[in-house]
Nanobody, 124 residues
Framework: QVQLVESGGGLVQAGGSLRLSCAAS????????MGWFRQAPGKEREFVAG????????YYADSVKGRFTISRDNAKNTVYLQMNSLKPEDTAVYYC?????????????????WGKGTLVNVSS
């Protein structure tokens, strides 16, 4: 049974930082591309960042470029999202996803596995 479990969300003031983690089990982690998505209240889920299984390619939404960094540790079956200079508009539930291919144009509907999400709340 595949599980993706996110952690690290919480309440932070604007300008602050958070580090999200997503621990994967039940899959051969090193053969999957991993990504972070977010869904704000009343909005559709959107791509935030992705990293391929070789760690040679990373992708970011324009709204987070220069502030967020995605990384992975294949030995720990974990993907991370370091979020700096947080803004109130970053407030959302953040989801981890796994797929064979994952980049900004990969349809959300094609993601093979999803986590249940972790809430990030950025206060102004």
């Amino acid at each position: 049974q595949v599980q993706l479990v996110e952690s690290g969300g919480g309440l932070v003031q604007a300008g602050g930082s958070l580090r999200l983690s997503c621990a994967a089990s039940g899959l051969t982690f090193s053969t999957y591309a991993m990504g972070w998505f977010r869904q704000a209240p009343g909005k559709e889920r959107e791509f935030v960042a992705g990293i391929n299984w070789t760690v040679r390619s990373t992708y970011y939404a324009d709204s987070v470029k220069g502030r967020f960094t995605i990384s992975r540790d294949n030995a720990k079956n974990t993907v991370y999202l370091q979020m700096n200079s947080l803004k109130p508009e970053d407030t959302a539930v953040y989801y981890c996803a796994a797929n064979r291919v994952l980049n900004p144009t990969t349809p959300l509907s094609s993601m093979r596995y999803w986590g249940k999400g972790t809430l990030v709340n950025v206060s102004s």
